[in-house]
């Protein structure tokens, strides 16, 4: 029976809950539909351009009598289910159309040479996109990095006095990094230019011998300039060589430099420097800051920058005309121009080249010696950093069109977002692909056809997409202008209704514009009487009002007199109902558990839920789930914290103490002070209660004054009633144990009295050891008398015996 019960009630909760999902379904297919509806279209180009998913019917006979021509336009299910024929929907969908597809380059002889612009390295080349509104179109491009791909690197040198040791190490720079190129590509080409500064007070001395020679003592320098194109791009490097080595140092007055004139005469002056739709580099060469845009009021030079290219016979004219360039304007110059930077600077300003490279897309920074000695192999690690990373772009987006990328790089790597623009580590023959998504969420105000173009940063190659935007039916095309069936010639009838000529109104173009604004008609639109017409929201249209559309699709006037709408409820986190709720007519309707004109009070009390399972701890009201407490103690977000108040263990520990042992400081008064919970004593420690999670507990360890420790738990049960449980045994320490402490000192003072004696012995060794070394010391420079003692007599007496004859 149980499982057969059990069986019953699983079958119940399972058609439940396929009721709700059907109905959930059905809510948000009504919705879809009505938003369709909502939009109040007045013609098919109106309809298709509210979703994707809202078509037109065509059917003369569709609407039923009372219908406005808006209920043509709804979602196509809603249209079928109306009695609207498939063939006439009009529904027209968006397209991708490969224009141009030459494939990317893939060369397997290195030896044959190709000129540049036979060199693709982006595929396909050009696109047509059909864009309906809502609808995104996407498309696959294919980026290769081309093997012996053509190099135009340009030299822009700082010759300022202080970089007269670099000038010396560049004078060979053309043949040796010629030499290390053709390592990379065939096809190299190498310019060079140098700049100084504006020459205009107070940027250099304008006093006629400086002028002249700006450096100081015997220097020879030559006079100043603001930029200077000395050789266009060779691929001759003795030229280079040759000719760099007729440059001289020249002077200025202040520490910054004027590079960024002459970085924006190389950009645009394209024609002077002599740049290919090659990868084009500028390396740099500096070891001060820079100028920028509103520098040159310094100098009373307070023209902008124009970006054009102002060179006579290779020098810049029009530096003391023309304001430096702002750094945005030299990003925008440099991106037009394909031109990749390589700042060449020394240790001292790295961070400053750090930051303008994070400015300025395509870029590099690398540490240039104090004598620009290492030159060379900066510029080939910079390039090889450069050219490992594709970035696409795009041009400027046409109003209500958006894009999305999703890159495909090496090892299967998938980025979204903005990493979706790029891919790193491409080394020489690496293909990579991007997904790319275009969508139009409107039709532009003027034209149906817009051009974007989408290239790699750096690059010269680009992708043309030719945008197409659908906005209006192809039933469009065949209308009937002055048809019979628009009140008799007042409109042209097409996709099924009618488009009124000038001066027509109404669904069937019955009405004049001078009968809409008669008194009569007028008086229809005026709600209560009164003076606004449609509440200023809408137009009376053969006295009735058609509310107006708003700039958002999903924001919309509704109501007989246009009088609601939809978007001017209250705000709460600046969302709509605060996000809870919908507005009607400019009312909150708020969603279950909310309430407030703004639906910004929550009714759920769980937020204010303490750790005792009390609303705000009892010390507190919960009001739109946030704590306000009463109690001026507490505070916290559920009345918790109370910075002032005692332990609950140190609160209790008197009465306790009281009440259990009859000691403490309340012992006299602990029937008046101590009854407001209830005492439970056990035997031990271990037979207090544990913690349970109906309720909290706490347990506590508190010292008596006989330095005992008395361990209890106070705890708050499910019906508010205070507990306390007391172990009945104390703990108290035991008292000491005599005859170790007086064996411990006796040792003491034994090992104290043998210690003492080794010291005194071993100093009296050394000081000994100390007087030995000194008498053995004076004995060997002791110097003694050899003379005898006059009343020395010696104590032996030699007798020789008379008969001896000495055999």
């Given at each position: 029976?149980?499982?057969?019960?059990?069986?019953?009630?699983?079958?119940?909760?399972?058609?439940?809950?396929?009721?709700?999902?059907?109905?959930i379904?059905?809510?948000?297919?009504?919705?879809?539909?009505?938003?369709?509806?909502?939009?109040n279209a007045?013609?098919?180009?109106?309809?298709?351009?509210?979703?994707?998913k809202?078509?037109?019917?065509?059917?003369?006979?569709?609407?039923?009598?009372?219908?406005?021509?808006?209920?043509?336009?709804?979602?196509?299910?809603?249209?079928?289910?109306?009695?609207?024929a498939?063939?006439s929907?009009?529904?027209?969908?968006?397209?991708?159309?490969v224009?141009?597809?030459?494939?990317?380059t893939?060369?397997?002889?290195?030896?044959?040479k190709?000129?540049?612009?036979?060199?693709?390295?982006?595929q396909?080349?050009?696109?047509?996109?059909?864009?309906?509104?809502?609808?995104?179109?996407?498309?696959?491009?294919?980026?290769?990095?081309?093997?012996?791909?053509?190099?135009?690197?340009?030299?822009?040198?700082?010759?300022?006095?202080?970089?007269?040791?670099?000038?010396?190490?560049?004078?060979?720079?053309g043949?040796?990094?010629m030499?290390?190129?053709?390592?990379?590509?065939?096809?190299?080409?190498?310019?060079?230019?140098?700049?100084?500064?504006?020459?205009?007070?107070?940027?250099?001395?304008?006093?006629?011998?400086?002028?002249?020679?700006?450096?100081?003592?015997?220097?020879?320098?030559?006079s100043?300039?603001?930029?200077k194109?000395?050789?266009?791009?060779?691929?001759?490097?003795?030229?280079?060589?040759?000719?760099?080595?007729?440059q001289?140092?020249?002077?200025?007055?202040?520490?910054?430099?004027g590079?960024?004139d002459a970085?924006?005469?190389?950009?645009?002056?394209?024609?002077?420097?002599?740049?290919?739709d090659?990868?084009?580099?500028l390396?740099?060469?500096?070891?001060?800051g820079?100028?920028?845009?509103?520098?040159?009021?310094?100098?009373?030079?307070?023209l902008?920058?124009d970006?054009?290219?102002?060179?006579?016979?290779?020098?810049?004219?029009?530096?003391?005309?023309?304001?430096y360039?702002?750094?945005?304007?030299?990003?925008?110059?440099?991106?037009d121009?394909?031109?990749q930077?390589?700042?060449?600077?020394?240790?001292?300003?790295q961070?400053?080249?750090?930051?303008?490279?994070?400015?300025?897309?395509?870029s590099?920074?690398?540490?240039?010696s104090?004598?620009?000695?290492?030159?060379?192999?900066?510029?080939?690690e910079?390039?090889?950093?450069?050219?490992?990373?594709?970035?696409?772009?795009?041009?400027?987006?046409?109003?209500?069109?958006?894009?999305?990328?999703?890159?495909h790089?090496?090892?299967?790597?998938?980025?979204?977002?903005?990493?979706g623009?790029?891919?790193?580590?491409?080394?020489?023959?690496?293909?990579?692909?991007f997904?790319?998504?275009v969508?139009?969420?409107?039709?532009?105000?003027?034209?149906?056809?817009?051009?974007?173009k989408i290239?790699?940063?750096?690059?010269?190659?680009?992708?043309?997409?030719?945008l197409?935007?659908?906005c209006e039916?192809d039933?469009h095309?065949k209308?009937?202008?002055?048809?019979?069936f628009c009140n008799?010639?007042?409109?042209?009838?097409?996709?099924?209704?009618?488009?009124?000529?000038?001066?027509?109104?109404?669904?069937?173009?019955?009405?004049?514009?001078e009968?809409?604004?008669?008194?009569?008609l007028?008086?229809?639109?005026r709600?209560d009487?009164?003076?606004?017409?449609c509440?200023?929201?809408?137009?009376?249209?053969?006295?009735a009002c058609?509310?107006?559309?708003?700039e958002?699709?999903?924001?919309?006037?509704?109501?007989?007199?246009?009088?609601?709408?939809?978007?001017?409820?209250?705000?709460?986190?600046?969302?709509?109902?605060?996000?809870?709720?919908?507005?009607?007519?400019r009312v909150?309707?708020c969603?279950?558990n909310?309430?407030?004109?703004?639906?910004?009070?929550?009714?759920?009390?769980?937020?204010?839920?303490?750790?005792?399972?009390?609303?705000?701890?009892?010390?507190?009201?919960?009001?739109?789930?946030?704590?306000?407490?009463?109690?001026?103690?507490?505070?916290?977000?559920?009345?918790?914290?109370?910075?002032?108040?005692?332990?609950?263990?140190?609160?209790?520990?008197?009465?306790?103490?009281?009440?259990?042992?009859?000691?403490?400081?309340?012992?006299d008064?602990?029937?008046?002070?101590?009854?407001d919970?209830?005492?439970i004593?056990?035997s031990?420690?271990s037979?207090?209660?544990?913690?349970?999670?109906?309720?909290p507990?706490?347990h506590?360890?508190?010292?008596d004054?006989?330095d005992?420790?008395?361990?209890?738990t106070?705890?708050v049960?499910?019906?508010?009633?205070?507990?306390?449980?007391?172990?009945?045994?104390?703990?108290c320490?035991?008292?000491p144990?005599?005859?170790?402490?007086?064996?411990?000192?006796?040792?003491?003072?034994?090992?104290i009295?043998?210690a003492?004696?080794?010291?005194?012995?071993?100093?009296?060794i050394?000081?000994?050891?100390?007087?030995f070394a000194?008498?053995?010391k004076?004995?060997?420079?002791?110097?003694?008398?050899?003379?005898e003692?006059?009343?020395?007599?010696?104590?032996?007496?030699?007798v020789?015996?008379?008969?001896?004859?000495?055999?």
């Amino acid at each position: 029976m149980d499982a057969q019960k059990n069986s019953t009630e699983m079958d119940l909760k399972l058609l439940l809950l396929s009721a709700l999902l059907l109905l959930i379904c059905q809510s948000r297919a009504q919705q879809e539909g009505s938003y369709c509806i909502k939009a109040n279209a007045k013609s098919c180009g109106e309809c298709i351009q509210v979703g994707e998913k809202c078509g037109w019917c065509t059917d003369p006979d569709f609407l039923k009598q009372g219908e406005p021509t808006s209920a043509r336009c709804d979602e196509l299910d809603s249209l079928k289910k109306k009695g609207c024929a498939v063939d006439s929907i009009e529904n027209p969908r968006g397209s991708v159309t490969v224009n141009v597809n030459k494939n990317v380059t893939n060369r397997k002889d290195k030896s044959e040479k190709v000129e540049p612009h036979d060199i693709t390295q982006i595929q396909p080349q050009r696109i047509t996109l059909n864009l309906r509104s809502g609808e995104a179109q996407a498309f696959d491009l294919k980026f290769k990095r081309a093997e012996d791909y053509p190099i135009d690197l340009y030299y822009l040198m700082d010759l300022s006095y202080s970089m007269k040791d670099d000038l010396e190490n560049v004078k060979n720079l053309g043949t040796d990094l010629m030499r290390e190129m053709k390592k990379i590509t065939s096809d190299f080409r190498i310019g060079f230019g140098s700049f100084v500064e504006k020459t205009v007070m107070p940027y250099i001395s304008t006093t006629p011998a400086k002028l002249l020679n700006p450096c100081t003592g015997d220097q020879n320098c030559t006079s100043p300039f603001s930029y200077k194109n000395v050789l266009r791009l060779t691929s001759d490097g003795q030229q280079f060589n040759k000719l760099v080595s007729q440059q001289q140092i020249s002077g200025n007055l202040d520490s910054p430099e004027g590079g960024f004139d002459a970085i924006m005469q190389v950009a645009v002056c394209g024609e002077h420097i002599g740049w290919r739709d090659v990868t084009r580099l500028l390396v740099f060469s500096t070891d001060a800051g820079f100028h920028f845009a509103g520098d040159g009021k310094l100098g009373g030079i307070v023209l902008p920058n124009d970006g054009k290219c102002h060179l006579e016979n290779g020098m810049y004219t029009m530096s003391h005309y023309y304001d430096y360039p702002s750094i945005a304007h030299l990003v925008q110059k440099l991106s037009d121009n394909n031109i990749q930077t390589i700042f060449a600077v020394t240790n001292d300003f790295q961070a400053v080249y750090k930051e303008l490279k994070n400015l300025i897309p395509k870029s590099a920074v690398g540490t240039l010696s104090s004598n620009s000695s290492n030159v060379i192999n900066l510029i080939i690690e910079a390039y090889n950093a450069l050219s490992s990373e594709v970035i696409l772009e795009n041009s400027k987006l046409p109003e209500g069109v958006s894009m999305t990328y999703q890159s495909h790089c090496k090892n299967g790597a998938i980025g979204e977002g903005e990493s979706g623009r790029k891919c790193s580590n491409i080394s020489i023959g690496d293909e990579v692909s991007f997904h790319i998504s275009v969508k139009a969420n409107k039709c532009p105000q003027h034209g149906n056809a817009e051009v974007i173009k989408i290239k790699p940063q750096g690059f010269t190659e680009e992708v043309v997409l030719d945008l197409r935007f659908i906005c209006e039916c192809d039933c469009h095309s065949k209308g009937q202008p002055n048809s019979k069936f628009c009140n008799n010639g007042n409109g042209t009838f097409e996709c099924g209704a009618c488009r009124c000529n000038p001066g027509r109104i109404g669904r069937e173009c019955e009405c004049s514009t001078e009968d809409v604004n008669s008194d009569d008609l007028d008086a229809n639109c005026r709600r209560d009487n009164g003076t606004d017409i449609c509440s200023n929201n809408g137009d009376c249209i053969c006295g009735a009002c058609e509310c107006k559309k708003r700039e958002h699709a999903e924001e919309r006037y509704s109501g007989k007199f246009c009088e609601c709408d939809n978007f001017n409820c209250d705000r709460s986190d600046n969302k709509l109902c605060g996000g809870h709720g919908i507005c009607e007519c400019r009312v909150c309707v708020c969603n279950a558990n909310y309430t407030g004109s703004a639906c910004d009070c929550s009714l759920d009390t769980s937020t204010c839920l303490a750790s005792n399972k009390q609303i705000c701890n009892g010390r507190g009201t919960c009001e739109c789930g946030t704590c306000k407490c009463t109690d001026p103690k507490f505070q916290g977000p559920t009345c918790e914290i109370c910075p002032t108040c005692p332990s609950v263990c140190t609160q209790h520990k008197e009465c306790v103490q009281c009440r259990a042992f009859g000691t403490g400081e309340k012992k006299d008064t602990c029937e008046q002070e101590c009854s407001d919970f209830k005492l439970i004593k056990v035997s031990d420690q271990s037979k207090l209660p544990q913690p349970v999670q109906s309720f909290p507990l706490v347990h506590c360890k508190e010292r008596d004054t006989n330095d005992c420790w008395f361990y209890y738990t106070y705890a708050v049960n499910n019906n508010t009633e205070k507990e306390v449980h007391v172990a009945e045994k104390l703990e108290c320490p035991a008292g000491p144990d005599i005859i170790p402490i007086v064996a411990g000192v006796v040792a003491g003072i034994v090992l104290i009295g043998l210690a003492l004696l080794l010291i005194w012995k071993l100093l009296t060794i050394i000081h000994d050891r100390r007087e030995f070394a000194k008498f053995e010391k004076e004995k060997m420079n002791a110097k003694w008398d050899t003379g005898e003692n006059p009343i020395y007599k010696s104590a032996v007496t030699t007798v020789v015996n008379p008969k001896y004859e000495g055999k």
